[in-house]
């Protein structure tokens, strides 16, 4: 069956545009999470989402990152006005539950130039 | 908080030999931890998972690990390298038992004909 998919595969951006990158998780789902991975290191937890609900925020660096899941399917993560260090693979994830094993897309390079 | 840490980003392991991938923990209550793997152009899928029942964990593709809570340790092996092992090795820990990981940096693994 599909699997989860994220689109665009890389986006470049000049230093202060806002981009917009789309998470379609499996079908059924329930939750959902988005995860950066810079050059060189692991993964770090950005955000969470059981259906529609953003229940966990925490990891989004700054207020310029915004998630949202409006109808507990898709989900999208901006950045606005975005900066070098936002560069990075921005991963999207999800799993029938919260302890259920995580599935991973191949993620969205993004390039601030 | 929690953590992992990874030693050596890169590995080089003969074809046959002994792959080990050391990871150490830091966990204020007992942890559930993870191995995954990302092969190249592809998402991180999941090796295997400690959630405290048997200490020793046994995985896809030959992998297993084993738990030792005395050296805060969950190191990853597989008696035979194979060509297609060749990938970049993450470990993770969830205090929640849930999906909001924090990974290590990763092991990128080299497998020498």
């Known amino acids: 069956g599909a699997g989860v998919s994220q689109s665009p595969r890389y986006k470049v951006a000049k230093r202060g545009q806002d981009v917009a990158l789309r998470c379609d998780p499996i079908?059924?789902?329930?939750?959902l999470f988005w995860y950066q991975q810079a050059l060189g290191q692991g993964p770090e937890f950005l955000t969470y989402?059981?259906?529609?609900?953003?229940?966990?925020k925490s990891g989004l660096p700054s207020d310029r990152f915004f998630a949202e899941r409006p109808e507990g399917s898709v989900s999208t993560l901006k950045i606005q006005r975005t900066q070098q260090e936002d560069s990075a693979v921005y991963l999207c994830?999800?799993?029938?539950?919260?302890?259920?094993?995580?599935?991973f897309g191949n993620g969205t390079r993004l390039t601030v130039t | 908080a929690q953590s992992v840490t990874q030693l050596g980003s890169h590995v080089s392991v003969s074809e046959g030999a002994l792959v080990l991938l050391r990871c150490n923990y830091s966990?204020?209550?007992?942890?559930?931890l993870f191995w995954y793997v990302q092969y190249p152009n592809q998402g991180l899928q999941l090796l295997l998972k400690?959630?405290?029942?048997?200490?020793l964990v046994k995985g896809i593709n030959g992998f297993e690990a084993e738990f030792k809570k005395s050296e805060t340790s969950f190191h990853l092996t597989k008696p035979s390298a194979h060509m297609s092992d060749a990938a970049e090795y993450f470990c993770?820990?969830?205090?929640?038992?849930?999906?909001?990981?924090?990974f290590g940096k990763g092991n990128q693994v080299v497998v020498i004909p």
């Open positions: 994830a999800s799993s029938p539950g919260a302890d259920s094993p995580l599935h």
């Open positions: 079908s059924g789902h329930v939750s």
């Open positions: 989402f059981q259906n529609e609900a953003q229940l966990d």
């Open positions: 966990s204020s209550v007992p942890p559930y």
């Open positions: 400690y959630t405290s029942a048997a200490t």
């Open positions: 993770a820990v969830s205090e929640l038992g849930n999906n909001r990981l924090a």
